[in-house]
């Protein structure tokens, strides 16, 4: 069965520096990959996905990660990290023979420091 | 152009009642998801619906159920409600129901049972 883990529920950042938000993957075929953010008392917004093209993948608000099949991984980076980034950062995963379904990380709460 | 609207925002019940939640796909979408969120956790896969039929299931029991209409609104039953029923309820709208196309959650309905 497939799995994600996102390293640290928590990750705190003064604004400005660089933001780094781990996941990794559980999977005997690389999955389609997606990270999501979810503001306080709203839905889940995609950031950005991995559909088995380029590995770097940019998404909205200046974010990006990058596809290491043979780390499992799918990091989530900004150079500059804004206040406005505060929120909670979701992986997801979707095997890509029965992407009716997402499986989520447990997610990992970016706090900003002014 | 409205995205997904989901109803009731808030909602109290008592162990052992039964609740139905609603969720209005984006315009163009034909797929519904609903998705559990307890507490600190990330969302949990209940079921998707494609043209008006359940079409994959995640692992919950079948006090869950659901219904999709001919509009490709949808409704989230659960019976028998228990403490631990007590989460946020999202719901995602898609194109076909591939999780690479996207999908578009609403805000949710948080459920509290007591």
């Known amino acids: 069965a497939q799995s994600v883990t996102q390293l640290g529920s928590h990750v705190s950042v003064s604004e400005g520096a660089l933001v780094l938000l781990r996941c990794n993957y559980s999977?005997?075929?690389?999955?389609?990959l997606f990270w999501y953010v979810q503001y306080p008392n709203q839905g889940l917004q995609l950031l950005l996905k991995?559909?088995?093209?380029a590995t770097l993948v940019k998404g909205i608000n200046g974010f990006e990660a990058e596809f290491k099949k043979s780390e499992t991984s799918f990091h989530l980076t900004k150079p500059s990290a804004h206040m406005s980034d505060a929120a909670e950062y979701f992986c997801?995963?979707?095997?890509?023979?029965?992407?009716?379904?997402?499986?989520w990380g447990a997610g990992t709460k970016l706090i900003i420091k002014p | 152009d409205a995205g997904v609207t989901q109803s009731p925002t808030h909602l109290i019940k008592t162990r052992g009642q039964q609740v139905t939640l609603r969720c209005s796909p984006k315009?163009?979408?034909?797929?519904v998801s609903w998705y559990q969120q307890a507490l600190g956790q990330g969302p949990q896969f209940i079921f998707q619906?494609?043209?008006?039929?359940?079409?994959q299931r995640g692992n919950f029991p079948d006090r869950f159920s659901g219904h999709q209409f001919p509009n490709y609104s949808s409704e989230l039953n659960v019976n028998a409600l228990l403490l631990g029923d007590s989460a946020l309820y999202l719901c995602?709208?898609?194109?076909?129901?591939?999780?690479?196309?996207?999908?578009?959650f609403g805000s949710g309905t948080r459920l509290t049972v007591v």
């Open positions: 619906y494609y043209e008006e039929e359940e079409r």
């Open positions: 995602a709208s898609s194109f076909q129901g591939r999780a690479n196309y996207g999908y578009t």
């Open positions: 991995y559909t088995s093209a």
């Open positions: 999977s005997s075929v690389p999955p389609y």
């Open positions: 315009s163009g979408h034909d797929t």
């Open positions: 997801a995963v979707s095997p890509m023979d029965s992407n009716y379904q997402l499986i």
